[in-house]
Nanobody, 117 residues
Framework: QVQLVESGGGSVQAGGSLRLSCAAS????????MEWYRQAPGRERDLVAA???????YHIDPVKGRFTISGDHAKKTVYLQMDSLKPEDTAKYYC???????????WGQGTQVTVSS
């Protein structure tokens, strides 16, 4: 089992910044990638950014140049630095962890990000 705990959400004005954290605990040895998803009301949960255990990172086009995913292997924590936030970034952000030898995909409880214009 893997437990994921997100933190760092909040309310900011457009143009502001937030840094999300996702701390993993438990059987973290099985994890080979961690991702951030977001879900706005009435919409599907969509991938935002991903990072592998080897440090390869991916960001979706709408957040490229504004968001940066990074990881601290020793702390078993993944971060999402979000700059130049826009109202359309408003959503609940979820952390996901998975790996070939994990029992399943693991999800955190989510953290709300609200950006006002």
């Amino acid at each position: 089992q893997v437990q994921l705990v997100e933190s760092g959400g909040g309310s900011v004005q457009a143009g502001g910044s937030l840094r999300l954290s996702c701390a993993a605990s438990g059987n973290t040895a099985c994890i080979t990638a961690m991702e951030w998803y977001r879900q706005a009301p009435g919409r599907e949960r969509d991938l935002v950014a991903a990072i592998t255990s080897t440090g390869n990172a991916y960001h979706i086009d709408p957040v490229k140049g504004r968001f940066t995913i990074s990881g601290d292997h020793a702390k078993k924590t993944v971060y999402l630095q979000m700059d130049s936030l826009k109202p359309e970034d408003t959503a609940k952000y979820y952390c996901n962890a998975h790996g070939h030898t994990c029992d399943t995909d693991y999800w955190g409880q989510g953290t709300q990000v609200t950006v006002s214009s």
